[in-house]
C-alpha cells in the first residue's frame, strides 16, 4: 500500500529531523541566523511541526489541530525539548493518519487548494515530503556550521 511506504519515508526523515535538533551541543546556536540565512534550526522545527500538524493531521486525519503559521516564523528561544517535543507530536499525527489513507482515498482531491489549485493528496503529500527534506538539510548544513 502506498501510505505504509510513505510512512516510512516520513516517519525516518522525521527522526532524523529530531537527531539533528538534538544533536545541537548549545541550545542557543538553534535560533543562531548568520549571513543570507533567514530560517533558524528552532523556526524550521516549529514550521515543519505545524506543516504536518496542519495538511495531515488537521486536513487528512481530521485533528482539531489550528495551525498559526506567523508564530512559526516569529517564536523565538523555544528550548530544544519543546522542539522535540512538537517534532514527536507530528510524527504521532503522521503514524496515526497514514495507516487510515487507501491508495483510493490518496487518488482524491485534497480537502483543501495546495498552492491555489485542487491537487491529488498522493500529491500533496509527495510536495509535503520534499518540503520537510528540504528543511531536513538546511538544519543539517547550519548545524555543521557551527
Known amino acids: 500500500m ?3 511506504l510513505l510512512l516510512a519515508h516520513f516517519e525516518k ?3 532524523k529531523l529530531k537527531e539533528e535538533i538534538s544533536l545541537y551541543k548549545n541550545e542557543n546556536d538553534l535560533w543562531v541566523l548568520k549571513g ?3 530560517n533558524s534550526p528552532g523556526m524550521l522545527a516549529l514550521h515543519i511541526t505545524g506543516n504536518l500538524k496542519h495538511f495531515i493531521g488537521a486536513q487528512l486525519g481530521k485533528t482539531n489541530y489550528v495551525r498559526e503559521r506567523d508564530k512559526e516564523f ?3 528561544n523555544v528550548s530544544k525539548e519543546n522542539l522535540l517535543k512538537g517534532l514527536n507530536e507530528a510524527l504521532e499525527v503522521v503514524k496515526t493518519t497514514f495507516p487510515k489513507l487507501s491508495d483510493v482515498d490518496l487518488k482524491k482531491d485534497f480537502p483543501i487548494p495546495f498552492l491555489e489549485k485542487i491537487r491529488p493528496t498522493l500529491e500533496i503529500l ?3 515530503y520534499g518540503h520537510l527534506n ?7 548544513y547550519h548545524r555543521r556550521l557551527q
Open 2 to 4: 502506498n501510505s505504509q
Open 13 to 15: 526523515d522525521i527522526n
Open 36 to 38: 543570507e540565512i533567514k
Open 74 to 76: 516569529s517564536e523565538r
Open 126 to 128: 509527495f510536495i509535503l
Open 134 to 140: 528540504y528543511h531536513l538539510g538546511q538544519v543539517n
